[in-house]
């Protein structure tokens, strides 16, 4: 530990610790005056607490959390109540606990104060949701055990059950429950070794150009808001949550243009300062012209919806379904216009007016008690009829729906062509926020090795051109190789 200096003891204040210098290298230790054992290492990257005190004679340092996640009075709790002194009455208090205590009784505990148990930070709603969801995979099988009796074997075999019944995805979240509840420790088995959780292959899936350029004009018969928020998501480097709950006080429209997200919503519990290419801030720019005084980014009342309020948008799933299916109608009208002597713009169009008449449809069947509208919305009855016409001209039109396609594709998109461009994975890592470029490397490693592969195709044009010796180098270049367009 670094030598005490009695100048950095003193009662710790949010203000004090915020406002304490970082010296270009190296850390200061901060004690705390009022909490024996409470300290705060400042260096010029982050402020963090730790505890630190003697155990078995041999002084110990134990991690807290990362200020301003993690305030000083709850660093204090923390060291009051949940470091103790003592390793083996605390080890003994757990072994107690975990006998008296069943997983249910845990998870009333977590759901009484859902906090992360390493820094004490608030969950994130998503996270919360995502627990309630795991929590009912977990409650039936193992939610009336004792934690002392949650053995190796016992997670092994909920384990097998929860991949049969729900898939790998909900099993690793619903393992990483268990890990929470538990209190940070997975049970091992006979042979003494931890169970694992299930390993996912990373989504792979984005946009190709023809996927992507009829959602680009789809968009342009959405709503202003809609419009806006779905070009942000493609086109800013952040997460669609931290978009949505932007405030205008968060960007920075300026030259060179920023978009700010504080900690405690960053995904990475550190502040995000990230920067906005000049197209999408002249959109934001016009945005913000269009909407004057507006605190929200996106606010839930300009989306014409029955459900709106004073706050930022929520639910977006409705408006990603109504946009895939603009962009499938953008797709089947291309393809049926030549086949009627007209151009994909001027069939579009046409389907817009069609859908107009849709709707004014259904509001006179909603005011004739006796009527009875046709399945869905005037959208999905005019994609439907789209399909049914493509279909009598001998186009495939299952081909042209925008399957499996999430919102965050678009981010993933985004990412996929920059690395496809020729951007390295350590820009597009720092463009994503990501903290740890293994990340990146395992969505987007395998689109790198385009100009590997582009080398090797001019190579083998070249090598296989010398089976004639009277070809000329000019002669090479036609046997060249040229890979496929999309993916690699």
């Known amino acids: 530990m670094p030598a005490a200096d009695p100048a950095t003891r003193f009662p710790f204040t949010e203000a004090r610790i915020r406002g304490w210098p970082a010296l270009p290298t190296g850390r200061t230790r901060l004690r705390d005056a009022t909490c024996p054992g409470l300290a705060c290492y400042v260096t010029p990257e982050a402020r963090t607490f730790y505890f630190y005190g003697k155990a078995n004679g041999r002084p110990v340092e134990v991690r807290l959390g990362g200020w301003p996640a993690l305030t000083v009075e709850k660093a204090r709790e923390l060291v009051k109540a949940k470091v103790a002194p003592n390793p083996a009455a605390a080890a003994e208090a757990r072994r107690a606990r975990r006998g008296a205590h069943t997983l249910s009784d845990a998870w009333a505990a977590l759901e009484a104060n859902p906090t992360r148990r390493r820094d004490g930070a608030p969950l994130r709603p998503a ?35 929860l991949l049969r019944k729900v898939g790998p995805a909900q099993t690793r979240r619903a393992l990483a429950l268990l890990v929470v509840l538990l209190g940070g420790r997975m049970p091992r088995d006979s042979s003494g070794r931890a169970i694992q959780k299930p390993t996912i292959e990373p989504r792979r899936r984005f946009m190709d150009a023809a996927e992507l350029g009829a959602l680009l004009r789809g968009l342009e018969a959405e709503p202003p808001l809609w419009r806006v928020f779905w070009l942000c998501c493609l ?177 993933r998109t985004a990412a996929s062509w920059a690395v496809q461009s020729g951007a390295s994975l350590a820009v597009v890592a720092a463009s994503l926020g990501h903290a740890d470029t293994r990340v990146t490397e395992a969505h987007y490693g395998h689109l790198s090795d385009d100009p590997v592969r582009r080398m090797l195709a001019d190579n083998a044009g070249r090598l296989l051109a010398t089976v004639n010796p009277a070809d000329s180098p000019d002669m090479s270049r036609k046997s060249r190789i040229t890979p496929p367009e999309g993916r690699p």
């Open 127 to 161: 996270t919360w949701r995502s627990y309630q969801a795991a929590w009912d995979h977990l409650k039936p099988h193992l939610g009336a055990r004792l934690l002392a009796d949650i053995t190796g074997e016992a997670v092994a075999t909920l384990r097998g059950t």
């Open 235 to 411: 086109l800013a480097p952040l997460r669609r949550g931290n978009l949505a709950r932007a405030r205008w006080t968060d960007l920075n429209l300026d030259h060179p243009a920023r978009w700010t997200v504080a900690a405690e919503d960053a995904k990475g519990r550190k502040l995000l300062a990230m920067p906005i290419a000049e197209p999408l801030a002249r959109i934001l720019r016009d945005w913000r012209r269009q909407n004057p005084g507006a605190e929200w980014v996106f606010p839930a009342g300009l989306t014409g919806g029955p459900r709106t309020g004073t706050g930022p948008i929520v639910s977006v799933q409705h408006s990603w379904a109504r946009a895939l299916l603009m962009a499938e109608a953008v797709r089947l009208c291309d393809s049926i216009a030549p086949c009627e002597g007209s151009d994909g713009r001027t069939r579009f169009h046409a389907f817009l007016a069609d859908l107009d008449r849709l709707r004014g449809e259904a509001l006179r069947l909603a005011w004739d008690r006796q009527g009875r509208a046709g399945p869905g919305s005037p959208l999905q009855r005019g994609v439907s009829l789209l399909r049914e016409r493509a279909t009598a001209l001998g186009i495939d039109a299952a081909s042209l729906a925008m399957r499996d396609l999430t919102p965050h594709d678009l981010r």
